[in-house]
């Protein structure tokens, strides 16, 4: 279980890093107004936060799948050939 940990850990990490770059880009661009909001036409504003979005949520899709394979043991299995 601890080698499991470890390797859970060093998936977590870089997820984690790569999660809060996205979510501080998204949040500089609305709270410090980088752009103007209120001339900006609202479609475009919903794509470039959908634009942000989708790599959060499929980063968070690959971590559960990543987590799962460690917990099944498939890397484990894998060795052995």
């Known amino acids: 279980m601890k080698n ?3 390797k859970i850990i060093g998936a977590i990490i870089p997820f984690a890093i790569i999660e809060i770059c996205l979510i501080a880009i998204l949040i500089t661009i609305i709270s410090l107004k ?3 909001i209120e001339e ?3 479609l475009f504003f ?3 936060v959908i634009y ?3 790599p959060i949520i499929c980063l968070i899709v690959s971590l559960t799948m990543r987590i ?3 917990n099944s043991g498939e890397e484990d299995e894998a060795k052995k050939y």
């Open 68 to 70: 799962k394979e460690i």
């Open 52 to 54: 942000l979005l989708v």
């Open 34 to 36: 980088l752009i103007a």
């Open 4 to 6: 499991n940990t470890k």
């Open 40 to 42: 900006m036409p609202t």
């Open 46 to 48: 919903v794509f470039m």
